[in-house]
């Protein structure tokens, strides 16, 4: 999420964005383990559906589920 929140604060003061292959420029890895693949993808769909509740709630039911 907060990529997306630098692209909002590029856009919203008048830069163009650009969508380009870094791969060789910079190398990362984003989870290293289970757990915390966890914690990044439940921290990012809370913060992606904060604003639509019935999604949210939508989105609890089915982490219980499984």
């Known amino acids: 999420m907060e990529d997306k929140a630098i692209s909002e604060k590029v856009k ?3 830069y163009r964005l650009i969508v380009a292959d870094g791969m060789k420029v910079a190398k990362t890895r984003m ?3 289970l757990p915390s693949m966890w914690e990044g993808w439940t921290k990012n769909i809370y ?3 904060r604003d639509h ?3 949210l709630l939508l989105a609890r039911s089915v982490r219980r589920w499984l």
């Open 12 to 14: 919203w003061n008048g």
């Open 31 to 33: 989870y290293t383990s």
């Open 47 to 49: 913060l992606g559906l």
């Open 53 to 55: 509740p019935s999604m």
